[in-house]
């Protein structure tokens, strides 16, 4: 199957060639990158061109004004021809070589409408520190549970279902959107327990104290515009999974994943050296 990965960018320059590298390094191959910039004025665009060739087809973009990261993700959701859809940000990235091989064969074994994972949230400055550890498991939204997004990867059809992101949210339109999905008790998850996704600290979201301050007002209105019982319960139980999480910047999966892939890399240099 056929997966569609979405970036959307603006004035991405300092990070978007990791993001590029980070999919081009990936063992699943069928794939197509759909770049949607906001009509950047530094050379992001001229990165993402330098690597067309390494695409070989595989690469579409566009660069031009919109209203902002969510109006940018529903121009490429509308763009993409994958049977599986995903976003990866401008500044993450995949956190092995085999993040969309794992994907894929979820989907062809479970059988499921989408599937997430863990997500790491990363040092802005070197991304090879962890500041916090999503371990996404199994949930319910009542209880205040919900996926980490830039790990969501859905079948095209969900997008049909529940429809795209809506744009009046300026920060969580993403959570709305996940609300809205796991309402619909007809869509079946299926949990990767892995990371998948390496994400940089230091978003509108994730910015501190005052940051998810504000995202956290704006969830409690997705809550009540949705209908869902016991918003303030649900606002309190997100509240202690968060502080659990930053109090948990590594532990033994982790490391290990790390002292894999700092080995892999050694091993990738001598054999380059050699």
């Not at 095209?156 to 619909?184: C, P, T």
């Not at 007002?217 to 303030?232: D, F, G, R, T």
Request: charged content about 25%; glycine content about 6%; aromatic content about 10%.
């Amino acid at each position: 199957m056929k997966i569609s990965i979405i970036t959307a960018t603006f004035q991405s320059a300092k990070t978007v060639k990791d993001t590029l590298e980070s999919v081009l390094g990936q063992t699943y191959t069928n794939l197509e990158h759909i770049i949607v910039d906001g009509a950047s004025k530094d050379n992001t665009m001229e990165i993402v061109k330098s690597y067309e060739g390494a695409y070989q087809g595989r690469l579409k973009y566009i660069s031009e004004k919109d209203t902002g990261l969510y109006d940018a993700m529903n121009k490429g959701i509308k763009m993409a021809t994958g049977d599986i859809i995903g976003i990866l940000n401008s500044d993450d990235k995949y956190a092995h070589k085999n993040v969309l091989q794992e994907i894929a064969n979820c989907f062809e074994k479970t059988n499921c409408d989408g599937t997430y994972g863990n997500l790491i949230f990363m040092d802005a400055e070197t991304m090879s520190k962890p500041q916090r550890i999503w371990r996404s498991k199994e949930g319910k939204l009542e209880e205040g549970w919900i996926p980490a997004h830039p790990t969501l990867y859905l079948k095209r059809e969900v997008y049909d279902k529940i429809g795209l992101f809506n744009l009046s949210y300026r920060i969580v339109a993403d959570y709305d959107f996940m609300v809205r999905m796991l309402k619909d008790k007809t869509i079946h998850l299926s949990y990767i327990d892995d990371d998948l996704v390496h994400m940089r600290v230091g978003g509108v979201s994730t910015d501190g104290i005052k940051g998810y301050y504000k995202n956290l007002k704006e969830a409690h209105k997705v809550l009540v515009a949705n209908q869902i019982p016991h918003p303030y319960y649900i606002d309190f139980r997100r509240c202690v999974k968060t502080v659990g999480q930053m109090l948990k910047k590594s532990d033994a999966k982790t490391e290990n994943h790390f002292a894999e892939t700092s080995f892999l890399e050694d091993t990738a240099k001598q054999e380059s050296i050699s």
